[in-house]
Structures are given as C-alpha cells and as structure tokens.
C-alpha cells in the first residue's frame, strides 16, 4: 500500500467498536470531581469568597479559591516555546483569577467525592465583587477612560502591527484619474469549535513523585511546559499522557485547565483530581475563534486590474491573550499573499483586550476571518466595474513562483488557477451566472466562490522541530513513536503509511503509538498549524532511512555482503541490484537481539529541525437558494477544489475536507457566540448556539488537484485547516449573486437577511407581491 | 450525574395521584425531555419526583365509537406520527409532532409532556388548538374536561393542579372531518430546535373548493401561550379561496398576534415569519383538500 492509497484507518475498528479509550475511559478507582467555580460578572475584582457553607457540605473534599493560587502568571497558547524573551507568549492569567476579565472567569475550585456534591458546593460559594463598567467591543476597550483589563497594557491594546508594499502610498495610488474605489466595513463574529469531546483531564501524583496528568490535548509536550511555568516547577517534574480525543480543532491547542488540575492534586494530597468541562462551560470560559472587524478602502482601474488596497482590521481578544496577535497578523497576511496590487498596500491591524470570550487557535488561525474580508471585497470591487468575479479574481491573484516578500514562504507547487477551473466547471459557472442574472420572484438562486491560500506548518514565525523513534521487534515488526499527535484526522493512519513507505515493511508489521507520554515519547510540538504530514513526516522519514540503514548493516553482517549491496522491501532483505530474496527480515531481526556474537536492539531515534514552509491554496464553489420572505439560504451544490500536494490518503483527505466544509457552513449561515450587555453569554449551549444538524448539510463535493510539492516528504503541503476557509465568503458571493444584496456580515443568519432583504425593497409588508 | 431529591416509579395513575398529594412539590416525569434537562441545568437541582414513566394506560391512540381519537398522553411522538389512526384522520399532528427535536427526543419525549410544560413553542400546541382538542385530566378530585382554548395560564402555566395527572387528550369527530390543515415550524436549524414560531392553518372548503367553509389558524411563539387568530378566521369563512384571501390572511393575522421581541429573535422578525407563514400554510393546506390558489 504505502502512501497515496486508501489504506484503512489503522483505529477505525477501535473507534466504532468503542475499544479506543479516551480519558475519562481512563479514570483511576476513587478519582475525585473537580468543577470550577465562574464569575458572573464580566470585568472587575473579587473581594472576598466566603466558602464556609460549601466547605460544611458532606462529599467536598477541598475548594480553593483565587486568593490560595500561587501569584504566578502564565501563558496558555500552545506555541513552540521561544528562547527570546521578546518572542515569547504573553502571560496574563494565574491558575485562578481575582481580576476578572470576563463573565465566566475561573476564581475557584472545588474537589468532591463526586458531582452532585462539587455542584452543591458550587452554588453555596458567596461571592463579594468590585465591579467595572463592561468593555464590550475593542472600540470601547481604546476609548479614552476605559478600565484597564490587565496592568501590562495600559490603554487595552495587546499589540499592533502593520506593512506596506508597492512604490507609493495608499493616498498616492488614489490620485490616478478614473479609478473605481470601494469603501466598507466587514466583520465575523465569534464561533466555537464544537469539538464532540469536552476538555477533560485527570491529574494526580505518582509513587516517582512526578504530577502525571491524562489530558484530551493536541499538543502533550506543550502542556507539560505550561503546567511547570504556572506551577513554578521544574518541567521535568509534570508528565502528560494524551490517549485518543475527540476532536480539537484549536481549542485543544490552548492549555486551558491541566496547570489547574495539577495545582488541584496537589492540595488533596496527589489523590487522582477529574476536572471534566460541561459543554456550556467549553463554550462560555474555554476559546473560539476571534471576533474581527474590517475596514477596508480599495480602487480599481475600469478593466479590471487591482491598483491599491488599504485594510485596518481589529481582532477582538476577550479577556486573555492566548494566541493573541499572531492570529489577526494571519489574517493581514492573507490580504498581502492572495492578491497582488499593482501600486500599493497598506494593511494595519490590532488585538484589543475586551471583557468577551477569549480568542484563540480554531481551524484556519485567522485565515477564515481575513478571507471573508478579502473575498467580500473582492466581490463588491468585481460588482463596482461590472465584472466577472471569477474573471476578476483570475485577473488579480497570487500567480506561479509567489514568494511573500516579508517571510518567504513560496508556492513549491502551485495549483491555484487550476482549482478555479475545475470548480468553475462543476458548478457550471458561466451558465449560472447568465441564467440567474435577472430573477424575480420570492425564490431566487445564485453563485458564487471565493479562494484562498494557506501556509504549512509555521516556519520562519515560529520554531518547527519534530522528533520519531523507531524500535525493531524481533519478528520484524516496528514500533514508531512519534511526538505529533493523533487528534481524529488521521495521523497514525498516514504516519503508519509513510513508514511503510520508507522502511520497505509492510503496514501489517508497522505500529504507530497512538499515546503520547511525554516521559516516553519523543519531542514535537503537536497538532496544529496543518503541519504534521509535513514537518513531523520529514522526521519519521529521516528516522526510517537510518533504521533502513542499521538494519542493512546488520544484515550485512550475518550474510557477509557488503550494506550497499542490499536492500530492504516487503519485510524481506534482497539482493539490490536483482531483487533476489537473500534473509526475511524477521530472521535478521531475531538474530540481532539474540546472536552470541553481536547483539544489537536496533532502534532510530532522529530529530528534524524544518526550515521550510509552501503554500497550499484552493477554492469553493456554491449554489444558493434563497427563501427572500423567510430568509433562508438553502445550498444546493457546494465544491472545494484543494491545492494540497500529493494526496498521502485520498480517502481520509475527502473526509479532512467535508469536516471542514461542514464547519465553514456553519460559519457562513448560523453560528455566533452572543453576549449581553453585562458581557454574559446568552447561548452558551448546543440548543441556542447554531452548529448545522445533518439535516442541514448538503452533499459536499471534493476535487483535488495533486501537484507534487518538492518540499513536502512525500509531494504533500497543508490540508488539515484549509478546507474550512472559503465556504463563508463563497456562500455570502452566492447570495449576493442570488437577490444583489451584499451582506457584510457573518453569520448569513435569517433574522439579518430578512432586515437587508426589506432595506432592499425585496420584502413588502403583508408579503404583497410573493404569494 | 443527575441531582435528584427523590425519584417514586408510580405503579398506577391513582398510585401517582396519591404520590403527588403525599409529596407537595414534586414533579411528574414521563419521557424526561424537559424535566432531566431543567435538573442539569440546575433549575429543578435535588427536585422529588414521580414517575409516570411506562404506564400502559397512558399510552397509545383509539378511535371511539362516536368518531373521537383519544390519544394517550404518555404516547411518544414518533408512536404519533406512526399511529395509524392519526395519519387517517388527523395528519396534521403527526407531521407536527415530527418536527420536535431529533429522532432520539421524538422517540422518548411524549405529546402529554409537550402540553403540560405549559410553553409556547411546544410543535403539538397549535395544532391541538386549531383541532380544538380536549385535556382529560385526574386528580384526587377526580376527573375534568378542560378545552385545550382553556388550558394555558400563562408562560409555562397551565391550569393542571399539583397533584393532576393528563390522562389523554380527545378531538372530536366534528373538528377533523372534512378538515386538512398544515403546519409549518420555523427554526434556524432543520432539526435540533425549538421553534421561532409556529404555524398552525386547517380548513374545510365548500363542496366546490372555491370557498372557505371553515379556517382555523393557530400560532406558536406568537404570545406566551399557543393562540388562535380568530377574527382573522372569522372574516375569512365564506370567502373565495384565492391569492387575495392568502395575502389578507398574512396581513390580518398580525393584528392578533403578540410576539415577544428577544435575543432568540426580534418581534418584527416573528412578525415577517407569522405573516408569510399564515399564507403559505393556508396555500398548502388548501391544496392537500384539492383546492388551488395561483401563486
């Protein structure tokens, strides 16, 4: 089989029969309940906690509190750890918090001998606050007077950043006679990952002293650093195990509560601690994907070329940094890779502090945001000189050979324009659009599309290192351990593949750890960033030839040939050159472990340190159709069409991208996180908070375009993220397309739609006209 | 893990009523749709409650003799929508009742617990007005017969008793035959969700489907209780069944009706919603009896 084949998910049968364990598959006997106590005001300070009546409560075991937690701040965002002080995440929180930033705030925990008690203790704490007037929106958070949300930043800016590109200004580019220009603000609100399995993690101390804690994570060895930063202990102290999980998304590429949990085993002695999130806690305290808001001024020339763009873009934080800035700089850059202008760029943007949910990774860090921004503007700039939206976007994006002119990433491949033409056909683009040029009537369809580009893994902004060990069994089989992390999309499947690519062993033979321990396993900084079949593939190939290598020596050894001469295919050592079968490989293997002359356990254990990086890119196309009176958009037909490199498993990639597809509908038509005017979450549940049913998908549609990518390991570049950037602003194109209506904000929801729908004169009182 | 105070399995509906009045402040549970999420959320936390899950006299559909369809009301909603009786005679609530929740819910959740909870938006409620359905209900005082016109007492309110159990609810011969009706849920989802609004049309045609011999039209979430339009009904019988008696319908109705502007939807999004609604499900309740109206 080896790479590029549908080979089966070597955890499928594990995961539908239920076999595969995930943590609280786990629990040890006599584990304890953790749940941690909320504020119910969005900024301000606690006073004082009286915890005298939950603590008389029989079954609670210990409650902390803000005022017990060491003064220590720390980081949470799973980054790769940066020696330079000034390239080093921010660290804003303690364990718990008496300055509370947002509604939903951790200020204490209680640990019982099971839920109803720790749910009990819960309503009986008292809580004395000193409450601040809510900051709700980065408008108000920079307003002269405003609170300040934490110390180190004084006027609620986190940061701000900026460039420009091209040979004059913004301004200069504008004094060109007869361009068209385009003024409008764009904004996406705040979603949720709605991964299926909670954060859960259970801590406790080992007979080694060590805090060892069980945690649904995408990123173990970056937890186990965090949890030595806010404990104040040495990293080697803490040990992470990551079993099976359901599902991250990002969310799980924040270290949210294991340093809590930690802290908590501690205080009870090392007894085992659960702390389990319900899922209204996931989506009011934990992380979602940022708020932002585009003000965007750009000019066209009449036949169709870009001439100057100028885009300020605000990033919402909420109350912590996170990931902060990183992940609105993500959404800038994409304003600056996608498209080319031919005078100037000016792009400015800021994360601001508010007291709202906190921002963090989710799928497309930032892309999804900035790429509805962009592909809005794109289609409003098409719509100002009468042009063909495809045409247009043809006409201006990103070409061939692109390199980034700050970091230098490149397209090593480049399939962009390819994926427009296959999606253009799919949907049946020209005929659509002529056919649905002049509807009347309540029911009207539409199409439309939108693009985007996507790096692959995070090199130069950010260390890529990635570690694999192999071990040889004496059948002949291999152990492969490896610090990237299975997170649902198919990892161990893949890395099982590559394996067997590289080592010329069969998959049957190959075992993938799907466990990271990270006492045992060897170092990477996770899942995220679409990086693992590229950064953690170059190291599993790296470790295989040199296990490829020692096992030749040693075969070498016991038929008395020379190494070169030999090589290692189906499990069986043959003769280089004619192919002839010489020894199995399980009689090699068993002679090194046993053999009274030399015994060997032969083992490959390499580090890659990846210094390069490429672009993906790809494109969706969709049909609409609108219900004007109601409000409804239905999606008809939906294509992405993906620029990923070789496909390492076609099968499982199709599934990465209907995942993603389903979550860019979501996106694109229900999905919201809203807040009242105390900051207090209103649909903080999966009733009110509208993740799209099943009933509510379409068929999705998947075609890819495989462009062998030099620098990948196996022709392969990123596809874990991409497949969730396009669909909203294609969706939103559509609907524009479908009634002329160019709404500017996400979710397409109906309420909204109906509003523009009667501003644009489209729905009469009494429903006159549409019956 | 849930945080009950008590839980009595009753053995019987009288053994229930007694338990009621022995426990004051307890609640009744049958499928748990409701209940056991209020007891999550804490709201009914360390709640007593009485059991009326599983008994066989409560459950199923019968045709009585005098053309009455008496519909238990520990009968679930798929076992509605499947019954037999209801797709002969009364079509309508089935296809409402099978727009609640998902398949899981529908296969738990029962048409008594829809009504009791008292709320507005329950999917079986307009239908059970426009079909002017009758609540059985028994208590230590024994048995009444409550119009369903009278049953809503408010937000979440209904007029049963502490320690009243709803036996079954009954629709008379006289209030589907010759009827067909449509009913129409709003919600932003396709399933999974408690409707925006609901709308509920039934109506008899004259022998030559060119009138409107009856109109019945019902709403959900149009007010804190489900509620009829019936000055719009009024001013509709006898008149001719066409586009413009369709568009008055989606006018008149929002002089009836009251809709709550909230963060779930605004009022003026409810009232876009009724209007076109109220048209469309006479349209199609009109066109299932054999008439049509030129769109």
Redesign the interface.
Known sequence: MGVYSNFKRVDATGKVTGEAKYTDDLLPERCLVAKVVHSTISNGLVKKIHTEKAAALPGVVKIVTCFDVPDIQFPTPGHPWSVEESHQDVSDRKLLNQRVRFYGDDIAAIVAE???SA??AA?LLEVEYEEYEPILSPAAAMAPGASVIHQEYPGNVLKKTGFKLGDCTYAEALKEEGLVRLRKNYEVPRVQHCHIEVPVSFAYIDVNQKITIVSSTQIPHIVRRVVGQALGIGWGQIRVIKPYIGGGFGNKQDVLYEPLNAFLTQQVGGRPVKLELSREETLACTRMRHRMLFSVDAAVRSDGTLVARKAEILSDQGGYASHGHAIVANAANEFKQLYHDEKALEIDCATVYTNLGVGGAMRGYGIPQGDFGLEAMIDDLAACIDMDPYEFRLKNCVKEGYEDPHNHIKFHSYGLEKCMEEGKAFIHWDERRAEYAQQTGPIRRGVGMAIFCYKTGVHPISLETAACRMILNQDGSVQVQLGATEIGQGADTVFTQMAAEVLGITEDKIYVISTQDTDVTPFDTGAYASRQSYVSGKALVKTGKVLVKRILDYAGEVLARPAESLALVKNQIVDKDSGKVLRSLAEVATEAFYSLQHSVHITAEETSHCKDNTFASGACFVEVEVDI???QVKVLKIVNVHDSGKLLNPQLAQAQVHGGMSMGLGYAL?EEL?Y?EKGKP??DN???Y?L?????TPDLHVIFVEEEDESGPFGNKALGEPPAIPVAPAIRNAVLHATGVAVDSLPL???KL??AF?EAGL?S????GH? | ???LGSIYQARAIEDAIRALRERPGSKLINGGTDVLVQVRE?RL?GVSLVSIHNLEELKGVRLEADGTIVIGSGTTFSQITGNAIIQKYIPMLGEAVDQVG?PQIRNVGTIGGNVCNGVTSADSGSTLMVYNAVMVVQGSEGIRHISIHDWYAGPSKTVLKPDEVLLNIQIRKEDYEGYTGQYLK?G?????E?ATLGCGVLVKLSADKEKAGDIRIAFGVAGPNPLRCRQTEEACRQRPVN?ET??FI??QV?REIKPRDS????K??RE??A??YA?RAF?QAVAKQGGE?D?
């Open positions: 099971d839920e109803v749910a009990r309503a009176p109601l409000g229900s809203l009242d209103l649909n999966l009733l009110d509208k799209p049913t099943a009933m509510d929801a109906p309420q109906v509003r009667t729905i009182k009494g429903g006159e019956v | 893990m849930y945080d804490g936390a998902g709003y932003k989802r396709q399933a999974m408690i586009r369709a568009l989606s006018e929002l963060w779930r939807a605004s003026e999004f876009q919603i209007s076109e048209k349209i109206i769109a």
